[in-house]
């Protein structure tokens, strides 16, 4: 029997041959083919600009997670994961060929929100309103938003550089939060604030003493001033102990109401999101044994094999505790 897929490619290998020997013999032709590969050329890098921006994003994102191995040694995710994910996002993503824009920030959003949802799975309660603040400062940080300044304020409350001037309300302001108003001041988007704390003395106690002091405007000329995150900075020195529900209402304003919402513990959404390369592994604290619940769901996929979980156990010589996966 002839090979007909052979066949085809030596007539085509012939007709290429033919047409480069015609190229050598008629020079007018060669400079067609050169303008036609210059203006490909062109329109290759002419797209591959419209979707520059989409890298830019995602890289913001990628080293977001990776810099969540500060918070915790535990939390390090790969390269791969991450490329694998946003893969995934392309293709659930809803689909607009029509606008390129368009469907870049349909990929944007619906890429943000599943790495939202992923890398929640694996971080401990207290840190996953973190997470969100990071994803939400980051973004701001790669639109020009966010002065480098007012986020280091707002991790350290600033570097005690002199003497403070007196506090001018020592029975109802703390000498630390003074000082960091002070130093608060010296941030150009806050100049002046001290002294309009000083002369203003009233306004600012009725600030400090409201039931939630993050949801009403800043005393003064800096209510229209001032950022929502910039208002995180106020609170920080002011009254800390509001700055976590102000967070979240930072949060909610710059991604979203689902952002402070974390999910739930879904089992079928981590198998769906595991593959033959890609194992679920569940580090657990003491006292916890999630194999009933793994059992009853694997009886419930009739494709799924019981041999192919695995008991583990892992002894450390830090704490004498033994984590199950």
Known sequence: ????????IHMEMDETTEFTSQMCHEPWLCQICQAQAEVTEKTIDQTRKG???SGEYTAVLFFCITDLANIDPMYQYSLPWFVALFINSIQQSEKDATNLTRRLTIIGDHFLFSLYQNVCRSLFEKDKLLFSLLLATRLLEMRGELALSEWLFFLTGGMATGQAPPNPAPHWLTDKSWGEIDRLSRIPSFNGIGKHLTENLVNWKSFFDAMEPHKLPIPGVFAQKLSLFQKLLVMRCLRPDKVIPAIQDF??????TKFVLPPQFNLDACYRDSSATCPLIFVLSPGSDPTAALLKYAGQIPTLCFDILFPLSIHTTRSSQNIRS
């Open 1 to 8: 029997m002839v090979n007909t897929t052979c066949i085809y």
């Open 51 to 53: 979707y520059q921006s």
């Open 251 to 256: 949060v909610i304003d710059k991604l979203g």
